[in-house]
């Protein structure tokens, strides 16, 4: 009788431990989140605060000028070159509370929206041009400026850049 | 002392397998749909989709949690995850989800082609309605996709 309660109390114990430990995993991970790493991201760029960072849609997170300027501003600067001939190319990354960018990740998608590779010089070289631009506005809550993330897409037709939104 | 120990873990017991009854209960068990809007309620959350992979393992003829799963993806720019389960919703049930992939397809992904065949075979199953894709007439997106494609003139017929 001892030991059942014993194994009882063990196993039990156990599972609500494990079952905590992955609520406590899942709760506090999100869809899109990007985590440092040292291997390809500035030690220069800092996210502000320790809070979870938002998306540009709940903050409001905007560019002077808005898409349009984006598209103007990079227009002249980005080619196809290292692309894939048609997809959409992605780059999420993180505006932080000062409006500085960093955390870039890139990804594509061919036409029927399945993921494709891009060499990571490439990736390397689009988060280099979108670093240079300087007119964001970091999102809100409250009147606080905070981080958040947003993303760029580029869409490549045929072997060039027909589309940036 | 020892009918106090043996108390105390009684309850700690109990109380363990209590709580893990009422997790299973919230995940696995309670029904479908209060599953899918507390899943809903905290959309991108990594419950959300754990709650949401356990629906669509569980139900997996219920297109609205395979297109509720999309969403976050879509929305954060991993179309190739958020459309996997969107089409997934759509070869589920069309009618439900076309008019909202469609949307997808025009403002998010710009492919103003294949957001004016959803567009069109959306309608086409609704010959006496005229739909609203994520609340916008659909002729007004049929409208935009054409625009999209650089067809400025002729498409006025709707």
């Known amino acids: 009788m001892k030991s059942k309660l014993n194994i009882w109390l063990l196993v ?33 760029f800092k996210v502000c605060g320790e809070y979870r960072t938002s998306q540009y849609y709940q903050t409001g997170t905007y560019y002077q000028g808005g898409k349009k300027a984006i598209k103007k501003q990079l227009w002249s600067k980005v080619n196809a070159d290292g692309l894939p001939p048609n997809g959409l190319f992605t780059v999420r990354f993180v505006v932080n509370c000062h409006g500085e960018t960093g955390l870039f990740r890139a990804t594509m998608t061919d036409p029927d929206v399945k993921r494709i590779e891009v060499p990571q010089e490439t990736s390397k070289h689009f988060a280099d041009l979108i670093s240079g631009l300087e ?18 897409v580029f869409k490549v037709e045929n072997g060039n850049i027909t589309d940036i939104f | 002392m020892k009918m106090f120990l043996k108390i105390i873990k009684i309850i700690l017991a109990s109380l363990f397998t209590v709580y893990i009854g009422l997790v299973a209960y919230e995940l696995v068990f309670q029904p479908k749909e209060k599953r ?9 959350n990594g ?13 997996p003829k219920y297109s609205e949690a395979f297109f509720e ?37 025009l403002r998010f992904l710009r492919n103003y082609k294949a957001a004016l065949a959803d567009f069109d075979r959306l309608d086409a199953m609704t010959p006496d309605v005229v739909d609203a894709p994520w609340g916008e007439d659909i002729d007004f997106l049929r409208g935009e996709a054409y625009y999209g494609m650089g067809k400025y003139a002729g498409h006025t017929l709707f």
């Open chain 1, 135 to 152: 007119g964001w506005v970091p999102g809100k809550i409250q009147g606080e400026p905070l981080d958040s993330y947003i993303q760029i």
């Open chain 2, 69 to 105: 799963r999309s969403v976050p993806f879509n929305k954060n720019g991993d179309y190739a995850t958020g459309f996997y389960y969107l089409n997934h919703a759509v070869e589920l049930n069309p009618l439900e989800h076309l008019g909202y992939r469609g949307y997808m397809k």
């Open chain 1, 12 to 44: 039990s114990f156990l599972i609500a431990g494990m079952l905590s430990l992955w609520l406590y995993i899942k709760l506090t991970h999100y869809v899109g989140d990007i985590s440092y790493d040292s291997a390809i991201d500035s030690p220069e």
């Open chain 2, 47 to 59: 419950l959300s989709q754990a709650m949401f992979e356990i629906l669509n393992w569980q139900h």
């Open chain 2, 36 to 44: 899918f809007n507390i899943a809903a309620g905290v959309q991108g």
